[in-house]
């Protein structure tokens, strides 16, 4: 089979791309590894999920932790709460209305204790899917289009930061506490398994950030 040059292969690949638009071409790892509905799948998805997983589950799954300073599944859920309410259509509107010029605040990643005091796990769980469903709202009716999603915002820590990072960061974000929440509800049973504790993937898992 003939080799294709450089350039029959760029050919070839906006061939493809205006034959089916959004296709994912691997191994083009920028802008176009991100597609905005791909994204709201999963963040359509994340509230349903952790009721699936939740609600109506004994205090061991809801309230253990993995030890003194650390999160269990029901400050999980505040934090996302959290998320929804001030980290990121907050952040989509920056960078939309002031660009680089102005910082995004910061995330305050203790808010939830204050804010979900005295609150039972079901009204967490009816919280996040109520604001999930207003943010995926608010932003399908930006209508975004692809020279939107290479706008660039400043993060406080990170630097220069590009719309549509943002909002892969935001799925990627919920993916991150789905991860955490096998680990934390795994925990709870890291001695009842015994010498299977060797075996059980989610019982090592360390190194990464909440
Ligand atoms: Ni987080």
Redesign the pocket.
Known sequence: MAQLGNSDLQHFRSWLASKTPGMHLLGMANLTDFHLADSIEILTRTPATLDALLRGMPSVWVRGNEGTDTWSAFDIVG??IV?ERTDWMPRVRVILDSGEARPFDP?D?FAQERESQGKSLEQLLDAFARLRTENLAALQALNLQPEDLIRRGTHPALGVVTLSELLATWAV?DL??VHQLSRVMAHQYREAVGPWKAYLGVLQCAGH??
Do not use: A, P, V, Y
């Open positions: 934090h996302l998320g995330f990643r974000h991150t506490h950030s909440t």
